[in-house]
Each structure stands twice: as C-alpha cells, then as structure tokens.
C-alpha cells in the first residue's frame, strides 16, 4: 500500500529519500511526493502522479535541498491520483505531513477545521490530519505536543510523519495500526513504513509499538508509547536477506521469486523436521499450550493467503479429523459468530499488516477462541507480536504483487500445522514419518517442475489473444484452481474463473465454446476419474483444454487437449506442486501482453487499510 520514507540528517536527504520510494515501489502506488526543509525554514514539496522516476526527473530539473525531509507512495482511497491529492500535504506552509491508513472521522474534522478558517485543496483524508496539527501548534504546542494531542481526535488506522518550518531539525512520527520502523545512524536518523526503504543508510533499526510516538533529532531519538511515557525499544539489527531483494538475472521480480520456491521451502522446512517426526518444538515456546486439547480451527485470511487456508481445510479435516472452517477476514469482522469450544484462530498473511486480517485477529481476542496462531513472513509484524504463536514462513523478501512464494511457503507452514495436530489427534509414528518423508522430497519436486517452463512459455502463447479462461479442480486442487485464476487475471488481465470441477453442469458449461481456454491440474488420486468426466463435458462442447497432469495419469496431447506432463508426487504434497506451474503460464502470458509484471495496475502488495 502506501509507502513513507522521512529523514533527520546533517546532510542532504533528498537522494535518500528519494531512493527509499524506490525501494517501497513494490508495494503498489499511483502518486509520489517528497518535501524538505530548506536553509531558509522554508518547506517546498514536489508532487507528481505516476512513477518515482517521474518525481525524480522533477527533482533533477527544480531541486529541492535539505536536510530534513518526508517522502510518500500513494494508492489512491479518498480522491482520484493527482498532484493535489499526492502527499506530502502541507499547512499554511508552516507543517508537512504524510500518512499510510484511513482516517474515518475525517469528514468531521473537516467540517470543524473549515469554520476554524482553514482552506481545503485536497479530496483526501489526510490534509484534515495537517491541519489540525498545525492548529494546535498555532496554539502554542510544539511539534511533538501537537503530534501527541491530535492522534487521540483521528479514528482510524495511521502511520504519519511529520515536519515542521519553525522546527527544521526535528521529525516527529507515529503509528496506530499501520507498521512503521524507525532507523538509527550516526548523527541522523530515519523513519519509514518499512525497513527495506532504509537499507541504503542504516542496518539498525527499531519497529514502533502500537500508540508509538517518536521524535527524530540529529542528537538521538525519543519515543512515546500509547499512554505519553517515555519507552525503550529494542535496537535490532537487519541481516544480509534485507538486500536480496534485487532482481538479479531475472526480468522481473516475479519470475526471480518463482525459481526461489524450492529454497524457501526447504528455509521453512529447515530445522522444523528432523528425518522421521516434527519437531513441534522448534516451531516456538508456546506450541505445547497452543496445540493442546485443539477442538477445531477457524483460518481467517484475505487473496492468496485464503486459497492456501482453503487448502488447509481439506489437510485438517483428512489427517487431523477435526472441523476446519476457512473465511475471509473482511467478512469475518461483519457478522454474528458463534466460536466453538476449544477453537484455534489461525490468521495467514505475508506482510503480517494486512488491514483486514490483523482487525480479525483482535476481534477473535474478544470472542472467547482457545489460542491464536499467525503464520506470516514478516517476524516484527503486528500480526505476529499480537498471535500468541507464529508460524514463520522464511520466504524473504517478496516484491511482486502476485504472490508466488508466499503462498508455497504458507502452505508448506500449514502443512507443519497438520502434521502437528495429526500428531496431538493420535495419528500414528508411521503417519509422522510418512508426511515427513513426503516433506524432504518437495525442494527437488518443486525444482523439477521449474524446469518445464520452456513447455509452459509455449502453452501461454495460446493465451495472449483471449479475453476469458476458466480453471476447473477438484478437491483439494479447487483452491489451486482458485489460485491459478487469480494469478492469471491479476498481472495478464485476462478474466480468469475457478470452479470446483463438478460444478461445470451446474452453470460454467454455458461459457464453453473454441474460444474459452479451459485450464485444469490432474493429479493421479483418487478424484482422477471423476475429473476425466468433467473433462469430457468441455471437450464434447468444443472447449479446448490445457491440462497439468500427473506424468502417469495417462492424459495425450490431441486437437482439443494440450498436455504439460507433471512429475508423480505424494497426494499431500500436490497443492504445492501444482501451483508452480499455474504461476508460471501467469507470468509467461503477462510478459506476452506487455502488461506490467511486478506491479499491476490497481492493485498494491501490502494491503493496510480496509
């Protein structure tokens, strides 16, 4: 979502900041700012719609210098993307502010600050938030006082920072509800919504609490917590992964984070199995009080990371035997629940911030549920600090909106989840051992199926022309199914559907003809048969069939079928597996449309507001 970067240095901070916007341009953004106080006290902001490279262009042309200054990324809520809703917004001149989240009472404030005299040049929710600071400092409060007195006035979900003209060398920042890292260096410090902004300049950080308020000096940093104490916070130190971030021999982002699955599978497999059990142990100190006497599990999750908890259910319900219910987080918060003895609330997210699952989770607080899980790739997240246990999924840094990587190690975590209650419902030494044998082989499984892309870059070709395509699965293949769809339209924007298999009579038949590609996984189990039915009912309506099937499924190519022959696998291991594929027919169709891989229009990789 949005991206903030802020810096308090004895030099200028201008290449800096800018290079922080850079380094956020993963999440998802369609405006850019930066301002900087200059040596006279003046504030100048330069704004520009689009691309960093367009605000830097603007920058290399008309200069802004300083030594202290804020920068922004915007994805557009309230207000179209132009410059006049861009951050930062400014005051009177005299305050500068930028802000990630929603303020939900802003058009109150708005009302009120209006009558107070102050003139409105923006559609956004944010320029209410400059105001009133700069109301209170008109008031007589400092920068931080006024910071302090206006964040209990704003409903909503924020990170903000904040610079002021009459205060040149300080940046005051604070967070409720959106994640925001301060960074220390020697003789300057930095401020930003995620720690790989500031990479560049500092590897030592600290991750605001909840309520956080911080003050940025050139001689230190001071910070507030939710009831106006002072606090400390620990200062950690970011390792080398923070930098792998690049894009190396790889076109793209997400092809690189495609060929990365085997590696951030066996990372998140690595010290968790041993060579015949689980070590529930290593999965953390509170695994024996959360996995006991587990009656049910209740996954709440948003996208991608709601497809891996679908896969879930079918894991759970097969190997544990106990009721596995799988929602939405948005619709999860809005309805009546009634919470089962002994439930586990399990959230899945990959920033660990993602707006609707993290107010899931608190609401779950509240509702009586035996314990609370998290599996995240984000160890400082919100989601993980407020979880009482976590599952990491050790995937590194992912910065193509499409989630690839993600998703494989969200499962592969989930997978660790099973096999632990399995073991807690009384399955058997033999049943461990078997899905750890299983787990042991899914690196080189995955890796063999990378190397069937050159076969899949030819299959996408027959997709660059067509406007639909429909995914069919069944069983635990439905949720793939689902998940190859969402990829497909999400960077080719192709309108992509998934159905269960068996549902084709009951509707999606009626869309079948030579022009709707119809894209299916075949494993070789159980549900094989009943599968080459269905298929039977697109071919005998003309429908032409592009099947990821088992190498010994028995499945040819013809006239109406296109085959990708899959590597034989374990039956717990094929959601794994045969999502790889999917991701790669995405990718491949994406780059032959020309459409922006990495970051697709409209849509931003770490969703922090509702």
């Known amino acids: 979502m949005c991206g903030i970067v802020g810096a308090v240095a004895q030099r200028q901070v201008s290449g800096i900041l800018i290079e922080g916007l850079r380094r956020l341009e993963y999440r998802g953004y369609d405006s850019a700012g930066v301002a900087l106080i200059d040596a006279s006290g003046n504030i100048g902001c330069t704004r520009r719609v689009g691309k960093v490279a367009a605000l830097s262009e603007s920058l290399d042309s008309e200069p802004l210098n300083g030594t202290t200054g804020i920068a922004h990324t915007r994805w557009a809520t309230h207000g179209k993307p132009t410059e006049a809703n ?20 802003h058009v109150e404030l708005r009302e009120e600050l209006r009558a107070a005299g102050y003139v409105f040049s923006s559609e956004t929710d944010t320029e209410v938030i400059v105001h009133l600071i700069d109301q209170l400092r008109q008031q007589g409060a400092s920068l931080l006082d006024a910071v302090k007195r206006a964040i209990p006035r704003l409903d909503g979900a924020f990170a903000i920072a904040v610079i002021a003209s009459d205060e040149p060398h300080r940046l005051v920042a604070a967070r409720k509800g959106s994640p925001l890292v301060v960074g220390i260096g020697i003789g300057e410090h930095f401020v930003a919504s995620d720690q790989m902004a500031i990479r560049q300049v500092t590897d030592r950080v600290i991750f605001l609490e909840e309520g956080d308020v911080v003050e940025l000096t050139t001689l230190g940093v001071r910070i507030c917590d939710a009831m106006g104490r002072d606090a400390q916070r620990a200062i950690e130190q970011m390792g080398d992964h923070a930098d792998s971030a690049e894009k190396g021999r790889f076109r793209h982002y997400m092809l690189k984070e495609i060929h990365e699955q085997p590696r951030a599978v066996a990372n998140t497999l690595r010290g968790r199995i041993g060579s015949k059990r689980i070590l529930e142990q290593a999965l953390g100190v509170a695994a024996d009080e959360v996995f006991d006497g587990i009656a049910a599990v209740q996954i709440v999750a948003c996208g991608t990371s709601y497809h891996s908890g679908l896969v879930a259910r079918y894991w759970i319900e097969e190997h544990v035997g106990i009721p596995c219910a799988v929602e939405i987080a948005s619709e999860f918060r809005y309805r009546k629940l009634v919470v089962s003895k002994d439930t586990l609330f399990v959230t899945i997210s990959q920033s660990g911030e993602t707006a609707d699952t993290l107010a899931a989770l608190r609401l779950a607080q509240t509702l009586g549920y035996k314990a609370t899980l998290a599996i995240c790739n984000v160890p400082q997240s919100s989601l993980v600090r407020e979880s009482q246990l976590a599952i990491m999924t050790e995937a590194g840094p992912e910065i193509g909106v499409a989630s690839t990587k993600a998703f494989t190690t969200q499962l592969v975590a989930l997978m660790l989840l099973t096999a632990v209650l399995a073991k807690r419902h009384g399955a058997s030494e033999e049943a461990e051992r078997s899905f750890v044998d299983a787990m042991h082989t899914l690196p080189a499984l995955i890796d ?17 022309e067509k406007r639909h395509a429909l995914f069919l699965g069944r069983g635990a293949q439905y949720p793939v199914a689902l998940e190859g769809a969402l990829k497909l339209k999400e960077i080719s924007y192709i309108h992509a559907e998934a159905y269960a298999a068996g549902e084709l009579k009951h509707g999606p038949l009626a869309l079948v003809d030579d022009d709707m590609p119809v894209v299916t996984v075949a494993p070789n189990n159980e549900l094989l048969e009943k599968l080459r039915s ?42 794994v597996v045969y999502t790889v594929p999917l991701q790669l027919l995405a990718y491949h169709v994406a780059v032959m449309k020309g459409t922006d891989v990495d970051q697709p229009r409209n849509l931003a990789k770490s969703v922090t507001v509702e």
């Open 86 to 105: 861009a951050h930062p917004h400014r005051s009177a001149g005299r305050v500068a502010l930028v802000h990630n989240g929603i303020i939900e009472n």
């Open 448 to 464: 063999r199926v990378l190397q069937l892309d050159e076969r899949i870059r030819e299959v996408a070709e027959h997709f660059v």
């Open 534 to 575: 269905n298929l039977a009912e697109v071919q005998a309506r003309g429908g032409q069939l592009y099947v990821f099937a088992d190498e010994q499924a028995g499945f040819t190519d013809s006239d109406t079928v296109t085959v990708v022959q899959m590597p034989h696998v374990p039956a717990l291991l094929e959601p």
